[in-house]
């Protein structure tokens, strides 16, 4: 047995979340070392993390979390996981990882298969969390990626599902659940679409990954993200977290049940007891004149009782499931209180109307046309008077046997309540003040200020109850608590059609929210953990900023994340609920963010991302990929995210939209199309490919070289719907642009401009539909080719300059054509022109970039061969013949690469002199202006070291345009960074 299986045995069998269950106390390996029982090996290792925490070094690391040594230890499970950077990270890798070796053989084409894994899993509902990838869809990647035993690192891991998905990989049946197959010696096949010579689909079973387990190394700046992200990855004893969780659930429910109750009265013929106010009233005075919580306990049990009886009457008391609350508003012309459950919702059709009339003067009202009603009161736990929008109960649904009923709020309902406010809550909770953010000011405007404002008095009470009675080191049962923290909050948002949820990414208390009972949602959550926890291997937990890894240069084999996307989430002000009641909470300093709270715009956002790129880059090995999930329709952040990745060294191979509603990838070809989650590919190049550019940097060599290893990296075919794709990487433009930042971000100056590099390209690698080729490449696409009958064209969008050109270079290629034919589809297709980008004439764009042929001397090859293909009176004809000169006369067409370069040279100089204009001009901005000028003026600014004219013509230009252009904001990003300015 491996070590790595001994380990994974010898742990499994310790209790809640690694800990000793008291029945098992059999040695325990770890790291290496042995140990009598789990307890002692978290005795020692905390004592060593206690003396780290001593060392104002150790303090000193980039996101270290806020919290006091004692309550960072409590949380912590070292080595496993540590609610701090973890210090064991690299004893870790020493016991898990293999080094790095050169000679060992790697090689990876991009994935890009149909994702479409469902959200319904146990695993992915136990804990909610404001972005989380399903671990089906991150297994499929690891899979494809990596070998068993590989290390696989995520640094944003959120609720650590890289981690579960890295554990299952060697699960069988979780990978036979994704539609793949597993033979006996452990190989995985999945299914390809292939079509054969006849035309006729088929698919085959072909080897692509083997089955075993992967380790993760995962890290979140949060410390409630870390703290959940270790218990859904360390070992877990479910049989024993269950009875736990029961009988503390029993336990507090026995004692504070009582809050739940409401009695069950209803109209005659309902089924229900018919209960006169008098009986109600009896029940609500003894409530009332209670001084304990033991006494109404008392009172509610004898009312359970089935001989219980009030006066001449029966009572039946049902369970509450859940509450509904109303704002309560002012009228603005008669000043009375408008409940606005009463005045706006619609019951009979199921409607909330935006406009409704007063109940008392017939006003017509929205919410909008009136103030809130306040209330003052005394806050116990602060100490302190408080004022708050006033809310109260209007609906209550609860359970009497089998069967749901629902109520309006009676006088004894409306007494429990109160009276659970005037009691003081005998356990701990969280009163910490709620921080000033981006989105925490709805909140605060309506007087929620404190953490413990977010809940109702029982709610609050039973929380504090279960957090209390649960053994202090006990994990699981924190993460089962901390599961049941948002759905037990005001935040709960009432639907007149019953779906109801909070807002994702908000801390909103909506005007109708639905108080949820913190004992049922408890039992629901519990049933989910139970499905979800499963006995896995270790993985190694860290909480710190993504730039601050402990881990050694080269040490990890794969990175899966899914990182912040500028404004997207403010992660530190949603978790803070959640940290809380960990007593732990998250360094916002390094917080890859937009903020305005934390003064943090997109260019701080993009500079934090690229220092943790750079840290991603470090770990990982040479020639292996980083796949980063993007989820942000801002053309800006996309761009500041391709940004960040280059300068960080990684090179991009793949860029797909992920169609969530077909559940497939569709490749992106310009910043515009971000509008879906978009899965990057991205490699870091292996130390030969950086050694050689070293020594050749700046040559038409490393030129060269640097093409035919990003080749290698690149999908050579690629099917889509049965027809085959063109892969836009493999397009000229593209493969210049990889170059082009490849050498930038390095700081060499690029050899050849792209008329040069295009020339030089159809020299050196075989082309085929547009895309080039590695000589040992072509053979398989040519094979592969001939059984598709058609080509998937890629969409292009016409917006500027640029896409124009590539419009219209896609257009000619296919079939060269005269003005007069080009000019109505060109007309067409600038509909989406972008306001700031100078207007141009199609002669001036065909004039600058395009050849016409003028009738005299040869028909060029690129009209001849159109011509000839699709026209039977003029095939095998010599290129002079006269009827060929004729129909060839007046067509615009694609040139030779080897003939572009004048063409170039020319189009270059009249930018250049556009772009000095821009640069002399008096104006503070420019409105509108031609961005092919300004990119060809910053690339001889850069060329030149000017700086200092690349600074001051992009703050003429609109701050949107500058940072939606990825080549504008390369060149500007490192004048910035060379010039040593601050933005």
Known sequence: MSKQLELFDSEKKHGLSGESTGTDQRHVECLGMTFANDDERRQYFRGVLREKLKDPEFRKIEGFPLGSDEDILALSDPPYYTACPNPFINDFLK?????YDPEEPYSREPFAADVSEGKNDPIYNAHSYHTKVPHKAIMRYILHYTEPGDIVFDGFCGTGMTGVAAQLCGDRTAVESLGYKVDDQGVVYRQEEHIDESGKKRTEWTPFSKLGVRYAILNDLSPAATFIAYNYNAPVDVAAFEREAKRILEEVEDEYGWMYATLAHGEPGSGLPTLDEGMIREVADRIKQARTADEVREIMAELTTKSSKVGNGRLAVGKINYTVWSDVFICPDCTQEVIFWDAAVDKEISKVHKEFPCPYCGASLSKRTMDRAWVTKYDKALGQMIRQVKQVPVLI?????????????????????????????????PTDAIPEGDKTGEPLRIGITHVHHFYTKRNLWVLAAVHSKSSPGSSVLKTWLTSSLLGTTKMYKFRVDRKMSTVMGTLYVPSLWTENGAFKLLKHKLGDFVKALHSRGPAVVSTASANAIIAGDGSCDYVFTDPPFGGNIMYSELNFLWEAWLKVFTNNKPEAVENKTQSKGLLEYQRLMTECFKEYYRVLKPGRWMTVEFHNSKNAVWNAIQEALQVAGFVLADVRTLDKKQGSFNQVTQAGAVKQDIIISCYKPTSELEERFRLTAGTEESVWDFVRNHLKKLPVFALKDGNMEI???????????????????????????????????????????????????????????????????????????????QW??????????????????????????????????????????????????????QIHSYLSSNFKDLRNLPKDDERLRKKAKDRWYVPDPNKASDLEKLRERALLREFDEYRESKQKRLTVFRLEAIRAGFKRAWEQRDYTTIISVARKIPEKVLQEDPKLLMWYDLALTRSGEDS
């Open 727 to 805: 892969l836009a990487e493999r397009q000229n433009y593209l493969l210049f642009d990889r170059m082009v930042a490849f050498h930038v971000q390095r700081g060499v100056l690029v050899p050849m401009s792209a008329a040069e590099f295009y020339a030089g390209l159809a020299q050196r690698f075989p082309e085929r539909d547009g895309m080039y080729f590695l000589p040992e490449q072509v053979s398989e696409y040519d094979k592969k080719r001939m059984t598709v009958k058609e080509v998937e064209q890629l969409q292009l969008f016409v917006t500027d300059e640029s896409s124009a050109i």
């Open 95 to 99: 016991y898990y990882s293999r080094p």
């Open 808 to 861: 219209l270079r896609q257009q000619l290629t296919k079939k060269p054509q005269t003005f007069q034919e080009l000019h109505p589809q060109f007309l067409r297709e600038i509909s989406g022109w972008q306001r700031y980008e100078k207007p141009l004439e199609l002669s001036e764009l065909l004039e600058q970039n395009f050849l016409r042929y003028d009738g005299e001397g040869e028909v060029p090859s």
């Open 397 to 429: 649904n609860y359970t009497l046997g089998r069967k749901r009923y629902e109520k309006t709020p009676d006088i004894v309902d409306i007494t429990l309540i109160e009276k659970t406010e005037e009691l003081e809550i005998p356990y701990w909770f």
